[in-house]
């Protein structure tokens, strides 16, 4: 499980760098849509390794984050992700409230694994977002990345 999710996560890592460098380089082009798209992503990436490391999180899933901070979120996002990994000897039961207050109880590897497809989903919707602003997107395949 470790190796398996490593791997993935600096994929999904490499992935947001290459999108936020995308996305800094055309700033005055892009829609809200794309700004908010890609904060998405890492507010939720941070809100779900918060509740697995069970610490309180700092920003909501839609919450605006500049574009200077993406780089060092992202970063701090992955640091903890890999030291969860690193510290974890199996798959665990995680304990944790939904945005509405409701107790939920999910395991590591689903939660892990869907962090992950969150990324590509919303990805895609900025890739869409990108081409009807007549901007390249960065290919961001994972059978491309190896």
Do not use: C
Request: glycine share 0%; aromatic share 12%; no cysteine.
């Amino acid at each position: 499980m470790k190796e398996f999710f490593m791997d993935k996560f600096e994929y999904d890592f490499r992935s947001n760098q290459t999108w936020v460098d995308v996305l800094v380089k055309n700033e005055d082009d892009l829609s809200d849509f794309a700004k908010k798209s890609m904060s998405h992503i890492i507010n939720v990436h941070h809100i779900w390794i918060s509740r697995i490391i069970d610490v309180k999180a700092e920003s909501h899933t839609w919450d605006h984050l500049p574009m200077h901070f993406w780089d060092q979120l992202m970063h701090d996002n992955l640091r903890k992700t890999i030291d969860y990994l690193e510290h974890v000897e199996d798959t665990e039961k995680i304990n944790y409230h939904s945005e509405e207050g409701v107790q939920l109880s999910k395991s590591s590897i689903d939660i892990l694994y869907h962090v992950l497809n969150h990324s590509n989903y919303h990805r895609a919707q900025i890739a869409m977002e990108l081409r009807n602003l007549k901007i390249t997107p960065p290919a961001f395949n994972f059978i491309a990345y190896h």
